[in-house]
Each structure stands twice: as C-alpha cells, then as structure tokens.
T-cell receptor, first 115, second 110 residues
Framework: NAGVTQTPKFQVLKTGQSMTLQCAQDMNHEYMSWYRQDPGMGLRLIHYSVGAGITDQGEVPNGYNVSRSTTEDFPLRLLSAAPSQTSVYFC??????????????FGEGSRLTVL | GDSVTQMEGPVTLSEEAFLTINCTYTATGYPSLFWYVQYPGEGLQLLLKATKADDKGSNKGFEATYRKETTSFHLEKGSVQVSDSAVYFCALNTGNQFYFGTGTSLTVIP
C-alpha cells in the first residue's frame, strides 16, 4: 500500500515564487491535514479538511492555501514564498471517528527551502 | 487552549538502560493521547496510544499510561536498543485537531 504520498521531497524556491506541495492518500480517509515541522517547535497544523469540499485553518495558516476537490488529494499552495516558510512539511490523513480523529498516517515529508 | 508539554532533549542513553520521557497535557475535553516516533529522514509513525483515563498503550517494549489525575502520559521502556534512536513526539487529539509536543531526541549508544 502506498499510504500517504507527498511530492516533491525537496524543493528550493526564491522569495516571491509560488509552488504547490502535493499530497495523495489511497486509504479512503476523510480527514487530511498539513503540518510544518521546525526545530524546537514540534509540528504545527497549517490547514485541515474533514472531507471533499471542506477545509479549515489550523494554528499557522497565513501564507498557505488549500483545497479538497477529491477524497484522495489535498494540495498545499504557497502563493508568494517567504524565507520564514523554509521548513519540512508533512501531510497526514486519518479515518474519521465519532470521537476525535484517531490515528494519523504521515507522508515522508517535503523539505522546502526559500532563499 | 489544548497543548502538550514534553521533556526536552536531547537524551543519550547506553544500550539496555531504562528510558522515561515525560509528557503532560492540557485539554478542555477528553482527549486521546499518542506517542509518535520519527526515524531520520522519515515521517512520523504511531508508536502507541490510549483513548481514555487509566488506559495503557504498549508497543515494541514501550509503554505509557493515561493518567487523568496528573494529566500525564509518560513514555517508558525498560531496556533501550540502538535501533530506538529517534525523535519521540507526544500528542493529543480532541475534535478535529492534533496537538504535538516539541519532540525529544533519543540517542542510544552501544
């Protein structure tokens, strides 16, 4: 099983450029989310979605857009990259539960550097 | 708001030593609690979980007990191996969000 697949694994951008980090899952999970991981700060939630057509903001949404047109895909868009967005990004998904989300399944991460 | 505080690292232990990584939480509801592990260059993967008070999660020799009275979920292992070297994250889930601790890096030396 592929699980959660993120592309690209590495990317270097210049300030002001735009790009999209792709995330796809093949587990028919309703819940998908994006995190960024920075040294000393753990993982911080950027955006999440509880199903196709539904998205919501997490802890650090500024500078990022998302959409959820299908159950499988949840792309993260950087409209105008800034050096502060240099980070490792993780996509994670979960089957919805009546009480909370349940276990998160993570992709392998995308390392983004903004110069 | 909801949050997780875990012991800062890095932690360095000799093989077969006892491991404890402390984790405490703040939550308004009744969260589920998790420990995730991240090996170098990889994403996080679930190590163990507990969904209600007094539950004990266990996996690969690791254990953690959900203590509501002390709002804690400390990770323990009786005898660590070199292969346990990784970063460990405590996390809680309430509603549609997960909250992660800052991570504790563990290095086990032979």
């Amino acid at each position: 099983n592929a699980g959660v697949t993120q592309t690209p694994k590495f990317q270097v951008l210049k300030t002001g450029q735009s790009m999209t980090l792709q995330c796809a899952q093949d587990m028919n999970h309703e819940y998908m989310s994006w995190y960024r991981q920075d040294p000393g700060m753990g993982l911080r939630l950027i955006h999440y979605s509880v199903g196709a057509g539904i998205t919501d903001q997490g802890e650090v949404p500024n500078g990022y857009n998302v959409s959820r047109s299908t159950t499988e895909d949840f792309p993260l868009r950087l409209l105008s990259a800034a050096p502060s967005q240099t980070s490792v990004y993780f996509c994670a998904s979960s089957a919805s539960r009546d009480r909370g989300i349940g276990e998160l399944f993570f992709g392998e991460g995308s390392r983004l550097t903004v110069l | 708001g909801d949050s997780v505080t875990q012991m800062e690292g890095p932690v360095t232990l000799s093989e077969e030593a006892f491991l404890t990584i402390n984790c405490t939480y703040t939550a308004t509801g009744y969260p589920s609690l998790f420990w995730y592990v991240q090996y170098p260059g990889e994403g996080l993967q679930l190590l163990l979980k507990a969904t209600k008070a007094d539950d004990k999660g266990s996996n690969k020799g690791f254990e953690a007990t959900y203590r509501k009275e002390t709002t804690s979920f400390h990770l323990e292992k009786g005898s660590v191996q070199v292969s346990d070297s990784a970063v460990y994250f405590c996390a809680l889930n309430t509603g549609n969000q997960f909250y992660f601790g800052t991570g504790t890096s563990l290095t086990v030396i032979p």
